[in-house]
């Protein structure tokens, strides 16, 4: 079939046809995009203004100021001051080890502190601000900020640190904050929680009262380039500062307290016998927390955690050891209630036959006729084992409960070791064993199953002091109503509270507690065995083999308004802890005569309890320097070991023999004043 030839009729008609093809074709893409600019422009107008404004504003939160916390003056235990800061964001670090060599120049960091750092960065999550340096002076922060082009991830700032005035003295009771963790902000997911610079409480008071102390954030905004230069200051809104919390603590007294221990390691509380009121919890040694607060480095943690007389427990509330004859004073209580006259006695030869076994007395030589009082102030052990098999456990057992020993208190932390109040059934039920006579023996003297912590021991030495049931308080409250009465005759407190300060101030064991000022006080003195005579003699020797030294008091004798309880781990006896009470109730009475004493025992000791613990870091940085060998620990582990040194160890198997009592200390002339004990090597290592 031929071909048509080609017209100018067929080349129009196609021209035409093809050209309505295309002009549909852009009509329906000029439509389309009509239609998406009118989308953009109209139904998403707001989206895309507020992501264009926050191309060109950047909006900063300011972290908040934390909270006071005042002592009963109204003295800061934790304040905040202001400081210069650089930290480092680890997702926005472009080259880690060029910003940590120009940074470790600027701001002139030693080489373990730069290791600290790059452990931290290792470790830190991309989101995580890494504290480089704190409390910067103005010259350094200054040499950091002009050189933020070159050092992506690095934001220096100016704000608020937390700042503990008194140091170690206060670590245990108001504890530490620290960068928020991983887990805190899943909890929260809280922005707050991951600003550079905003810490949160890891421990103590710091921790509970988290909500009330935090505060509400502030907020800047700046208009920025492109590049992140700001061009101008938009507006600026104030934080919101914490809510302060006032502490019924006596900030002089408390830091007397933990400095007067010493070298040794142990604990004191002050209690305010009318009220309930704690004056002071001290724990010692202990952890410095501003240096927690900073970001502990691998030197400080060397330190901390290879020593053994654990700085990082909470001896107040986790320690717990056998109260010794402190709980003699009670046991009176107990057989007075049960009816016994007090004048009834026994003959103490130095021990006490029950079957075929002897009891020994402390005095092998024995304390002749003995009556109530003489068994308190001279700590005769025969005189309560043998009124005790008449009592029994059970009546015992009950006046220890009722004066608090057992007991939990509601204070403000996340839990304590109440320890063991013996009866035969917590026996039968713990051990499936029936109670023997050696049982009741060994809880006259404090010893066997008994265990008690010092908050309790204070408490109990309150509540006889007074008469009234007080529980221990740790935020103040002027309103509160009295504690209610135990119930006690009078005469029974009048003739226990006769007997204690006869341990004091007549022929008792403990002549040198004996109060320099026109106060009389009342005692008892404790010593808890700790191993065999077998193993050691308490006194001397390796030193967790000594004894543990215990002393509960309170003053004025005749009327009662402060309890004291005393205890030094392995301190040899209570001749170890007697005195820190005369010492620490002596600056109720007259703070100069007893800051006099410390600063003598100080100057012996090698400084305040900051300067000990600042030659011993010294010490540590020349031995190890960088090459410490355990990576500093992130907070985590920190809070982890922290929860890991404060559990107690207790006996796991039964004790089915007598205890053998310590000695108690002979009764020297009132007027004597002992010299402080010389610093033993293991005492030494404690670092306070």
């Not at 304590?416 to 039968?428: H, I, M, R």
């Not at 509540?463 to 209610?484: E, H």
């Not at 540590?620 to 985590?636: I, L, Q, R």
Request: charged share 25%; aromatic share 8%.
């Amino acid at each position: 079939m031929a071909k048509l030839p080609m017209t100018s009729a067929i080349l129009s008609n196609r021209f035409e046809r093809r050209t309505f093809v295309l002009g549909s074709l852009q009509a329906g893409v000029g439509t389309l995009l009509a239609t998406r600019l009118g989308y953009l422009a109209v139904a998403q107008n707001e989206k895309y203004q507020a992501a264009s404004e926050s191309n060109r504003v950047n909006l900063t939160l300011i972290p908040p100021r934390r909270g006071w916390v005042l002592d009963r003056f109204g003295k800061a235990l934790a304040s905040n001051r202001a400081d210069f800061r650089v930290d480092l964001i680890p997702d926005r670090v472009v080259d880690p080890d060029r910003t940590m060599e120009t940074l470790a120049g600027l701001l002139s960091l030693p080489p373990d502190k730069v290791r600290d750092i790059r452990d931290k960065l290792d470790k830190a999550r991309g989101f995580q601000p890494v504290e480089v340096a704190a409390s910067l002076d103005w010259d350094k922060f200054a040499a950091v900020s002009v050189r933020l082009p070159e050092l992506p991830g690095v934001i220096p700032q100016q704000g608020f640190s937390r700042f503990y005035p008194f140091g170690a003295s206060v670590g245990h009771m108001v504890g530490y904050v620290g960068a928020a963790s991983a887990e805190d902000y899943e909890k929260e997911r809280n922005p707050l929680l991951v600003t550079p610079g905003f810490k949160i409480g890891k421990d103590g008071l710091e921790k509970h009262f988290e909500t009330r102390l935090r505060g509400v954030p502030g907020a800047r905004r700046v208009e920025a380039t492109a590049s992140g230069r700001i061009v101008r200051d938009l507006g600026t809104r104030e934080d919101v500062p914490g809510k302060p919390i006032q502490l019924t603590i006596n900030a002089g007294l408390q830091d007397y307290a933990a400095r007067r221990i010493g070298l040794e390691s142990g604990s004191v509380v002050v209690m305010d016998c009318e009220t309930g009121d704690i004056l002071a919890m001290a724990s010692m040694p202990s952890f410095d927390p501003n240096s927690f607060s900073d970001g502990i480095g691998r030197i400080e943690w060397k330190m901390l955690s290879e020593d053994d007389h654990v700085p990082l427990r909470n001896k107040v509330l986790r320690g717990l050891y056998p109260p010794g004859s402190t709980v003699k004073p009670m046991i009176a209580m107990s057989f007075l209630e049960a009816g016994l006259d007090p004048s009834a006695s026994v003959g103490c030869g130095g021990g006490l036959r029950v079957g075929n076994r002897v009891f020994h007395c402390w005095n092998r030589r024995g304390h002749g006729s003995v009556d109530m009082a003489k068994a308190i102030y001279q700590s005769c052990d025969v005189y309560f084992y043998h009124f005790a098999q008449k009592i029994g456990m059970d009546k015992i057992a009950a006046m220890a409960r009722r004066l608090g020993m057992g007991q939990e208190f509601p204070m403000p932390y996340p839990g304590q070791s109440y320890g063991t109040v013996p009866d035969p059934a917590w026996k039968l039920k713990k051990y499936g064993k029936e109670w023997a006579v050696y049982d009741t023996v060994n809880a006259t003297i404090g010893q066997g199953y008994m265990l008690s912590n010092p908050l309790q021991q204070a408490v109990m030495a309150s509540r006889i002091a007074s008469g009234r049931q007080v529980m221990p308080r740790l935020l103040l409250d002027r309103n509160a109503p009295p504690p209610p009465s135990m119930g006690f005759r009078q005469d029974h407190l009048d003739y226990v509270h006769a007997a204690m300060s006869e341990v004091v101030n007549g022929r008792g064991t403990a002549g040198r507690a004996k109060l320099p000022v026109d106060v009389l006080m009342a005692g008892k003195t404790g010593t808890a065995q700790v191993v065999g005579l077998n193993i050691a003699n308490g006194k001397s020797g390796q030193w967790k083999y000594r004894d543990h030294g215990h002393f509960i008091a309170f003053a004025p004798f005749d009327k009662p308004k402060f309890a004291c309880a005393v205890v030094i781990e392995h301190g040899g006896g209570s001749s170890a802890a007697y005195p820190i009470a005369r010492d620490v109730m002596t600056y109720i009475f007259d703070p100069a005569k007893a800051m006099e004493v410390l600063d003598g025992f100080e100057k012996q000791w090698g400084g305040n309890v900051q300067q000990r613990m600042t030659s011993r870091y010294d010490a540590f940085a020349a031995k190890y320097g960088a090459s410490a060998p355990k990576p500093v620990p992130n907070d985590e582990e920190v809070t982890e070991r922290v929860e890991e040194g404060r559990k107690p160890s207790e006996p796991t198997t039964a004790q089915t023999d007598a205890a053998s009592p310590r000695p108690e200390p002979e009764a020297p002339a009132p007027d004597q004043v002992p010299a402080p004990a010389a610093a033993t090597p293991a005492a030494t290592t404690g670092g306070q």
